[in-house]
């Protein structure tokens, strides 16, 4: 099966620097990387994400790469501010016409921003 | 648009108990996910339904077992609790099963004692 891995499990920037969240992935097969921002005591919220036929995508502040021959795939944040503070996940999974398999999950990088 | 609702948000059980934990997806969804999340195994994909099947299954004992009725509505039921059972239970739903978002509930915190 897929096996996601998530690197630092910390990260710790200045408010206004920019950081940076890996991940690898171990099943070619995959085709859809979502990540999502858990704050304390809520519900995983999906922030951006990307197909496999995508190198790259961008929402203000954040943008995700992927490079499928290398299977890893990166969460860019720029600019950041104390609200981006949270655990953040990144995922893989495959998709086809026959349904979807279930998200496989990274363990989970806790973004610290330093005023 | 309603997002994902979850009951209850709170459980506490004892060991050997059952417990039936529900789900409501965003209206129009038709797949419902659903996940177990605990501090050391982190986020891990239990099963998924799309109109009333099991399309996928995780790797989780046959204790674990789930259905979906007709209106997209999702139970998930865990026989014979386990200390390990403890977690926060997550549902998402899609619009599709086709490389689509999930959006996920709330949760429901289950504790076994």
């Known amino acids: 099966g897929e096996n996601v891995e998530q690197h630092p499990s910390t990260l710790s920037v200045q408010e206004g620097d920019s950081a940076v969240i890996k991940c690898t992935y171990s099943?070619?097969?995959?085709?859809?990387f979502p990540w999502y921002k858990q704050e304390l005591g809520k519900r995983p919220q999906l922030i951006i994400d990307?197909?496999?036929?995508?190198g790259e995508k961008k929402d203000q502040r954040i943008a995700v790469t992927l490079n499928k021959t290398a299977k890893h795939f990166s969460l860019h944040i720029t600019e950041t501010q104390p609200e981006d503070s949270a655990v953040y996940f990144c995922a893989a999974s495959y998709s086809s016409g026959g349904g979807a398999d279930g998200l496989t999950f990274g363990k989970g990088t806790h973004l610290i921003i330093q005023p | 648009k309603a997002g994902v609702t979850q009951t209850p948000r709170y459980l506490i059980k004892t060991r050997g108990q059952q417990v039936t934990l529900s789900c409501s997806p965003i209206s129009g969804h038709r797949s419902v996910s659903w996940y177990q999340q605990t501090p050391g195994q982190g986020l891990q994909f239990l099963f998924e339904y799309f109109s009333e099947t099991q399309r996928n299954k995780g790797n989780f004992p046959g204790r674990f077992s789930g259905r979906q009725f007709s209106n997209s509505r999702s139970e998930m039921n865990v026989s014979t609790l386990e200390l390990g059972d403890s977690a926060l239970y997550l549902c998402?739903?899609?619009?599709?099963?086709?490389?689509?978002?999930?959006?996920f509930g709330p949760g429901t915190r289950l504790t076994v004692l």
């Open positions: 990307i197909r496999s036929n995508v």
């Open positions: 099943d070619s097969a995959s085709n859809y």
């Open positions: 998402a739903s899609s619009p599709a099963g086709q490389l689509n978002e999930q959006f």
